[in-house]
């Protein structure tokens, strides 16, 4: 005998976002594969990224300094390279 459980139904309209997440942190979105559709995404990459690995000490430097100047770490540290590399090259 098999043990289907029925499905809580999916809510017409979510009164939030936090209430979007909340039914689905509840919910596995692969059961409820019967009511999605295929979508074509089109994107393109506007910038690259690289990533570099940096000392835990270093990290908690930069965001420190990052956060007084009230910008982003990485930011800070493009900053920071592009002038150092400026003066070197």
């Excluded at 689905?24 to 692969?30: I, L, Q, Y």
């Excluded at 420190?64 to 590399?85: C, V």
Aim: net charge positive; aromatic share 6%; proline share 4%.
């Amino acid at each position: 005998m098999t043990n289907k459980k029925k499905n809580d139904p999916i809510p017409e309209e979510f009164g939030s976002y936090e209430e979007a997440a909340e039914f689905w942190d509840k919910h596995d979105t692969t059961k409820y594969l019967q009511n999605s559709r295929p979508v074509k995404v089109i994107s393109e990459l506007r910038e690259r990224r690289y990533e570099i690995a940096i000392d835990e000490n270093v990290a908690q430097v930069l965001r420190k300094a990052a956060r007084k100047k009230g910008i982003t770490p990485s930011r800070l540290a493009n900053d920071l390279l592009r002038q150092r590399l400026v003066t070197r090259v």
